[in-house]
């Protein structure tokens, strides 16, 4: 069975700090997909980013960035320069790869809460 | 540009009731999906479908029925509210496996 795990609660930094979000996860699949959305105070669910098993680049887009590391069963999310508007529910999130007529089940992380102070 | 739109936001329900929660998307997608968020926690999958006529069971379907006669549309039905319904229910839809995740503002069930 899959698994994800953000042991990180809830985080507070100040503007312009750097926070890093960890996201560790279990899986038998060999394919599997792995996503970070975020749910600010307003509540829908924002996607973020996708990442498949087999590509273990890191990603940069603007201030967010994301470190996969297969070693570590790991995909951690970077905020550089924190703001304000940052402040929101992070989720990780993990679908195997299944078969085609299958749905893919996103099993989600209990999320990291990050509060973003002046 | 709609996307996955759940109906209603809110909603009250006595113990023993019975209610349907719309969700409708207007990205012909095929994949729909039901979870539930509890306080705290992840979101859970309920119910999901492949497909117009085509449903299974997620994680946590008990006290919980679906139907898919159109693609656009995934209904769920709650039959007997239970104080243990209370959550947020969010919609969402798929384009293809494993692709990103379209969700609906979400429906907050408070049961009493």
């Known amino acids: 069975a899959q698994k994800v795990t953000q042991a990180q609660t809830e985080i507070s930094v100040v503007e312009k700090e750097d926070v890093t979000l960890d996201c560790v996860y279990e899986?038998?699949?060999?394919?599997?997909?792995l996503f970070w959305y975020k749910q600010p105070p307003s509540g829908e669910l924002v996607f973020l980013i996708r990442r498949n098993s087999f590509d273990e680049q890191n990603e940069i887009s603007g201030r967010y960035s994301w470190n996969f590391q297969k070693s570590t069963s790991s995909f951690n999310f970077t905020i550089t320069a924190s703001q304000v508007v940052d402040s929101a529910v992070y989720f990780c999130?993990?679908?195997?790869?299944?078969?085609?007529?299958?749905?893919?089940?996103?099993?989600f992380g209990t999320g990291t809460r990050l509060q973003v102070t002046l | 540009n709609a996307g996955v739109t759940q109906t209603p936001k809110f909603r009250i329900l006595k113990i023993g009731q019975s209610m349907t929660l719309q969700c409708a998307q207007d990205?012909?997608?095929?994949?729909m999906y039901w979870y539930r968020q509890d306080p705290g926690m992840g979101l859970k999958l309920i119910y999901y479908s492949v497909g117009a006529g085509i449903t299974d069971k997620g994680e946590v379907p008990n006290g919980y029925n679906v139907s898919r006669s159109t693609t656009e549309d995934f209904p769920l039905r709650l039959e007997l509210a239970a104080p243990s319904q209370t959550s947020v229910y969010f919609c969402?839809?798929?384009?293809?496996?494993?692709?990103?995740?379209?969700f609906g503002q979400g429906t907050r069930l408070t049961v009493v």
């Open positions: 969402a839809s798929t384009f293809d496996r494993n692709t990103e995740a379209f």
């Open positions: 899986t038998r699949d060999t394919t599997y997909y």
């Open positions: 990205m012909n997608h095929n994949y």
């Open positions: 999130a993990l679908s195997e790869g299944g078969n085609t007529g299958t749905a893919s089940k996103l099993t």
